[in-house]
């Protein structure tokens, strides 16, 4: 069993009993805690993903497990590292300069620049997420896969794709102009 996988519900136990209490008792100092704690659990499962090549989800839409393995499994290792790095990066810098990290991320959207940026992240995410289902397809187990399933995912990986390539242009385009 891996390390994230002990880890999973005690960590997001903690991390939101956290926030609760902070909440409850007036304790703003606990709040980028517990986000921090969160933020590295996602950090380990993305190395943890990323080394073994080895993931299982569930998709509620169908109730099936996916899982997926090579390169959609590190692919969905390098998503889940860099959304966990961002959530311990703005926990860190809330909790050492209360205030800086919400400021940053609201001003973004007073910028043509900052739109840039937040069109290249999203842009970033949509595309790996495309590219997982363009080469895994449905990653359900063999015995539930079919041509129409599997064409149905990578189409939609497909289009993930194009829409995540057409908002890393408008970012980049927005940041430059």
Sequence with gaps: MKLADKLAVPAIVI??????????FNLPYLVPL???????????????????????????????????????????GVMIFLFGT??????????????T??????????????????LITFGFFTLLFGLIRLIAGSAHRPEERSAVTDFGYRARGLVNVVVGVIL??????????
């Design 101 to 118: 990290a919400s400021e940053y991320l609201a001003g973004l959207v007073k910028s043509s620049r900052g739109w840039g940026i937040l």
């Design 15 to 24: 991390a939101g009993g956290m926030v609760y209490v902070a909440e409850e």
């Design 34 to 76: 517990g986000m921090g704690l969160f933020g590295l659990f996602g950090i380990i499962l993305g190395i943890e993903t990323f080394a073994s090549g080895r993931i299982e989800m569930f998709n509620r839409l169908y109730s099936r497990r996916e899982n997926f393995t090579g390169a959609p499994a590190r692919l969905f």
């Design 168 to 177: 890393l242009v408008a970012g980049v385009w927005q940041v430059f102009r």
């Design 86 to 99: 961002g959530v311990t990066l703005y926990a860190f810098f809330e909790w050492t300069q209360p205030g």
